[in-house]
């Protein structure tokens, strides 16, 4: 139902755009991104509600990711600007049909696969 792209390998300061591919009947979900380092837990990095109208960060992303979607294309997007070696992790898009605290993984009932973010020193 979600499916993430656009991970890579990118030098400090560097941008990575991420994208997730969302089923049609996802429309009216809210969605978030999180994020997972190696042995540290998933965290949840950015979140929108279902017309993009509303948008929250983590405050280590405020000011560099920007949270967007397309429901017309059925795409979420993760804009990441300055880039740090800590912001390297497995990124995740999820979605809720719930209308809890948009911050807790609780809330998600679906999960994409990931895509790896790696950035170098």
């Known amino acids: 139902h979600l499916v993430e792209s656009g991970g890579g390998l990118v030098p400090a300061g560097g941008s990575l755009r991420l994208s997730c591919a969302v089923s049609?009947?996802?429309?009216?979900?809210?969605m978030s991104w999180f994020r997972q380092a190696p042995g540290k837990e998933r965290e949840w990095v950015a979140g929108?509600?279902?017309?993009?109208?509303?948008?929250d960060y983590g405050d280590y992303a405020k000011g560099r990711f920007i949270i967007s979607r397309d429901n017309a294309k059925r795409l979420l997007t993760l804009y990441m600007n300055s880039l740090k070696p800590e912001d390297t992790a497995v990124y995740y898009c999820?979605?809720?049909?719930?209308?809890?605290?948009?911050?807790?993984?609780?809330?998600?009932?679906?999960w994409g696969q990931g895509t790896q973010v790696t950035v170098s020193s």
């Open positions: 049609g009947f996802m429309a009216d979900y809210r």
């Open positions: 929108i509600d279902w017309n993009g109208m509303y948008t």
């Open positions: 999820a979605a809720s049909s719930f209308f809890g605290d948009i911050r807790r993984m609780s809330e998600y009932n679906y």
